[in-house]
């Protein structure tokens, strides 16, 4: 399984990028990057995808260097509604749930 | 988002009683979860499913059964609770092809006395 480290918390101000990065050195081939949002109550939403290079949606970035052994989301102009806990998960639904691994999160907190 | 409910949404029982939680969606995806999370633990998948009747463990999967006898249902079954299952747990489906993606409930808290 691919194991995925993220830092615990960061804190930000309004208006400010966030990059939030996610190391997984075992990695394999066949995974996925993908990102999740958490706000207290409620379970954790979708937010972006990758394989490797970039990919950009309207909520944020994700960079994925060449050896995939990390990855960085990027949060262009934060405001106190991203204040969230965010999850990187590597792995695949193929073959089962056995092969999808979540971080333990990081507490973003934006202030004003 | 996607059609995902979890019933009960809060329960309190007491320790060495049997407890089911339901998830219910209505996407018609294939496969479907149940995690637990824990302050420190982020989320941990229990057991999973990849079709009516065909289930799997997770990793913290002690103390747990599942079912899913139909596309639409998983029942998570907690056949003696204990202090230690005290958790929100999340239901949350996907297809492959729809990128890998989980679409999640909004969870079910669980309180064991």
């Known amino acids: 399984l691919a194991k995925t480290t993220q830092p615990i918390s960061m804190d930000s101000y309004e208006g400010q990028e966030v990059n939030i990065t996610c190391s997984h050195n075992n990695i394999a081939t066949n995974d996925y990057i993908t990102w999740y949002q958490q706000f207290p109550s409620q379970g954790p939403r979708f937010i972006i995808q990758?394989?490797?290079t970039k990919v950009t949606n309207e909520v944020a970035s994700l960079f994925i260097p060449a050896d995939r052994k990390s990855s960085t989301l990027s949060l262009p102009r934060v405001s106190l509604s991203d204040t969230a806990v965010y999850y990187c998960?590597?792995?695949?639904?193929?073959?089962?749930?056995?092969?999808?691994?979540f971080g333990t999160g990081t507490q973003l907190k934006v202030e004003l | 988002d996607a059609g995902i409910t979890q019933s009960p949404r809060h329960k309190v029982t007491e320790t060495g009683t049997p407890v089911t939680l339901r998830c219910h969606q209505t996407e018609n995806h294939r496969y479907m979860y149940w995690y637990r999370q824990d302050p420190g633990h982020g989320l941990r998948l229990i057991h999973y499913s990849y079709g009516v009747k065909d289930t799997d463990k997770g990793e913290v999967s002690d103390g747990y059964s599942v079912s899913r006898s139909k596309t639409e249902d998983f029942l998570l079954t907690l056949e003696s609770a204990t202090s230690s299952q005290t958790s929100v747990y999340f239901c949350?489906?996907?297809?492959?092809?729809?990128?890998?993606?989980?679409?999640f409930g909004p969870g079910t808290r669980l309180l064991v006395l």
């Open positions: 949350a489906t996907g297809e492959v092809g729809s990128k890998e993606t989980q679409y």
């Open positions: 990758g394989y490797k």
């Open positions: 998960l590597v792995g695949v639904l193929t073959g089962g749930g056995n092969k999808l691994t």
